[in-house]
């Protein structure tokens, strides 16, 4: 074939302008019916034969925009440098770029002067939505609502696109079993079980059933992998863990997001027994690309490359541009080491060439399953941009969700719901009037003070008189870069006025917690009580009123031993998202009926931690007679969590009875349980189904979550529940890795959490 025909078919089969001289301007529109007619493959292996080694390694290269930094930026990294590697083709994405003024500007470059014109691919950390918040993730998952989860997801997909952005980085589906961590805020909690469901679903809204519509992102499995077992809870700390605990505790979500079609994966800042995570060829290339078959791509974190360095693993640079390729990291974010060293490394025979094919087909893959080759600009309509953020229906959406993450963790009297009439209602604590906390800590995109405060939601019901004080600050500050956020105030000045208000109200309700910048990214705590002057404020206004109701607002499991024993009622409302304020003081009225249920278990101590449900028996699991020492326990405080996992309460109550299970088979068993309304309100139930398997080759812990149901009931209605264990639910990892359904006894438990009651057996 003569080479210009060669050049005019590559040309027709990608859609691009690969074959142009420089100075040939692109298209903003492309015709679509290329894409119905080859399919994605061959345009990838069209393209990446017109391309240099530089060009290649280009797509491996991302870099921040010129603000909005979401890391520390590397002394290398000016702006004058990026614009450089741009128009060469040196950068295959960009993150931290948003609105559509400014990715068009961008990717206009990337398009326009580059010799291959391949698009951006923008990236941005659309956690729980992107202007308009949902409740930070944490929250989310206590509703265990997955239809409502990925309604959230689709809702900040749609909004993050009309800016301009086609990639997330989430869902961060990282287990933890530590709430000093502070980014247990951003995950589904310590369960893999809801964990995997929750990923699942998070991916499917994010993604939608065609990642090439105008609505949609491509999502981000992250971080990749025990980044939530940092030893100690203390951010960015190493990782140590066994083969049963990776297998069977963190791999899961990771694996049901693959399932769910996740087109990219985050390594880790973290490294996981001795290898980081960004340069582990055990994780990235054995596991993620053979076992699971992963055809997506790997970007790394934020500078994680260069950070193999401190870790003690890379010599230096161009070790660990070395390192983090070979292992199979196919994206540099902001490490700029890809870039600076890769090709040398190729040329020298350090890293294989077929590596960075590879990558860079992962990469360009996604790009042209994002339709990015077909419009380059399909993300930046700035009428729609216009039109879609801030919408009602997001409103809307984020109200929903934020009623169905409430939990009511005690309601003693029947002190909730609130009377609707002439009361004289106390409203206390700052973070009442607080209109940025509830946006959490991811929320770049959104402007502060745009959250409905608990103030304002209760302002909207007029029956009662309604006296607010603040009582006290929760810290100096509530900023994203200060330190303020952990240095407690100790101003006690306004807790007299607060007295007062208190000493005359019929009930008091105390909005107590954290600020949105005490949780997230770089947020460890080793306290868990509230910060600052908050707790001594308590105990005052208990002195003269005690109907308190603590409202709390957190974005991790806080010790409440003092609340339990002394406050009528409690109600988690963690950090809600944009309709916060709305979603608190309609459940406080009872105008939506609780149902959320803890993802996390909240200890009695932070000594219990790490603390987790699916524990195992150890040898000497139970108290042989009172006052003996040798079995598993502490001296001071008893084993359990104060509130285990999957509790929440309701303005109902349920009962659960005539609980049977029958193997059909070695590998399957059916389970009925019935629940009933036993109260007087309709409400929820999420019907919570653990197996525990007696005795196994690696051994089992003492609970699993395995099946659960949200079931809504009238009162004293009843409703048969069934649910299917199939070799899935049943078997478990050994630890050679593979998945095996071992014979032998089970027990079943069915019920409102995780420690159900309610018992049955079989043996298989
Ligand atoms: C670091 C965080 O660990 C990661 O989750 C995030 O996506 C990146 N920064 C980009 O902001």
């Known amino acids: 074939m003569k080479p210009n025909l060669t050049v005019a078919i590559v040309c027709f089969l990608i859609g691009l302008n690969a074959c142009q001289n420089p100075n040939t301007t692109h298209s903003e529109t492309r015709s679509s019916s290329i894409t119905s007619v080859v399919d994605v493959e061959q345009k990838v292996e069209t393209l990446l034969k017109q391309m240099t080694l530089e060009e290649k390694i280009g797509q491996m290269n991302q870099y921040s925009g010129f603000w909005d930094l979401t890391g520390p930026a590397p002394s290398n990294g000016d702006a004058a440098k990026k614009y450089e590697h741009l128009r060469k083709g040196y950068v295959g994405s960009m993150l931290n770029l948003r609105g559509v003024e400014n990715v068009r500007k961008i990717q206009k470059i990337a398009v326009e002067e580059t010799r291959l014109g391949i698009p951006l691919i923008i990236g941005f950390d659309v956690i729980h939505g992107y202007e308009t918040l949902s409740p930070i993730p944490l929250a989310e998952s206590a509703s265990w609502d997955l239809e409502a ?99 069977n505790i963190i791999f899961p979500p990771f694996q049901a997001t693959i399932d769910a079609g996740v087109r990219t994966f985050m390594n880790s800042f973290s490294e996981l027994n001795g290898i980081p995570a960004t340069g582990n060829s055990y994780l990235q290339r054995d596991i993620l690309k053979d076992k699971w078959e992963f055809d997506g791509f790997v970007v790394s974190d934020w500078g994680s490359i260069e950070e193999m360095i401190s870790h003690g693993y890379a010599k230096d640079n161009k070790h660990a541009a070395q390192i983090a390729a070979n292992a199979g990291s196919d994206m540099d974010m902001e490490s700029y080491l890809y870039v600076n060293e890769l090709a040398d490394l190729v040329r020298e025979g350090k890293v294989k060439q077929a590596y ?164 997230g990214e770089g947020r460890s705590r080793t306290e868990l009580g509230l910060p600052g002057v908050q707790q001594e404020l308590l105990e005052a206004i208990y002195k003269v009123n005690k109907n308190i109701v603590l409202v709390l607002n957190n974005g991790r499991p806080l010790v409440l031993n003092w609340h339990q024993e002394h406050l009528p009622a409690i109600v988690e409302a963690w950090q809600l998202g944009t309709q916060s304020g709305n979603a608190i003081a309609q459940v406080l009225y009872g105008d939506y009926n609780p149902s959320g249920k803890l993802p996390m278990s909240f200890p009695r101590a932070v000594g219990q931690i790490p603390i987790y449900y699916n ?149 298989l």
């Open 149 to 247: 989860i990925k309604k959230s997801a689709e809702v900040a997909a749609e909004e993050a696109a009309a800016a301009g952005i086609n990639w997330t980085f989430a869902p961060m589906v990282d287990i933890s079993r530590d709430a000093r961590w502070g980014r247990v805020m951003e995950g589904a909690g310590e369960d893999p079980y809801l964990g995997s469901k929750i990923a699942f679903a998070r991916v499917q809204g994010f993604q939608g059933s065609d990642l090439s519509k105008h609505t949609t992102l491509a999502a981000c499995a992250k971080h990749f992998a025990a980044y939530g077992f940092a030893e100690s809870g203390r951010e960015y700390n190493t990782a140590d863990v066994g083969t049963s605990t990776l297998n």
């Open 356 to 519: 960075i094919d590879d990558a860079a087909k992962r990469i360009l893959r996604v790009k042209f399953e994002l339709g990015l080759f077909e419009d380059p600009y399909k993300y930046c309509d700035a009428q729609r941009e216009k039109e879609v953020i801030g919408q009602q229906a997001f409103h809307d959406a984020c109200l929903d969700m934020a009623k169905k993450s409430i939990v009511l963790l005690k309601n003693e009297n029947q002190l909730l719901p609130l009377k609707k009439q002439g009361q004289k209602i106390a409203l206390i604590g700052a973070l009442a009037t607080d209109k940025t906390s509830p946006l959490g800590n991811w929320r770049i995109a959104a402007k502060d003070n745009t959250a409905v405060s608990v103030l304002e939601g209760m302002q909207a019901y007029t029956g009662n008189q309604l006296t607010y004080a603040k009582g006290a600050d929760v810290s100096l500050g509530n900023t994203e870069f200060t330190v303020e956020v952990n240095i407690n105030t100790t101003d006690k000045s306004e807790f007299p006025q607060a007295i007062a208000v208190a000493k005359t109200a019929d009930v008091v309700v105390m909005v107590l917690g954290e600020i949105g910048y005490q949780s």
């Open 615 to 763: 524990y195992k028996n150890t040898g000497r699991p139970t108290l042989p007679a009172p006052g003996k020492v040798f079995w598993s326990h502490y001296q001071d405080v008893e084993n359990s969590p104060l509130y285990p996992f999957g509790y929440g309460l309701s303005y109902t109550t349920f009962e659960y009875s005539s609980l049977q299970a029958q193997a059909v088979s070695d590998k399957e068993v059916t389970v009925s349980v019935t629940l009933k309304n036993s109260g007087k309100l309709t409400g929820k139930e999420v019907v919570q189904l653990y197996i525990r398997d007696h005795y196994a080759s690696v051994t089992r812990p003492v609970r699993e979550l395995k099946g659960f149901e949200l079931v809504s009931l009238e009162p004293n209605e009843s409703k048969e529940i069934s649910f299917t264990l199939t070799e899935k639910e049943l078997g478990f990892y050994n630890n050679q890795g593979d998945f095996v359904l071992e014979p032998g006894d089970f027990s079943i438990f069915v019920g409102g959490d995780s420690n159900a009651k309610l018992e049955t057996k079989i043996t």
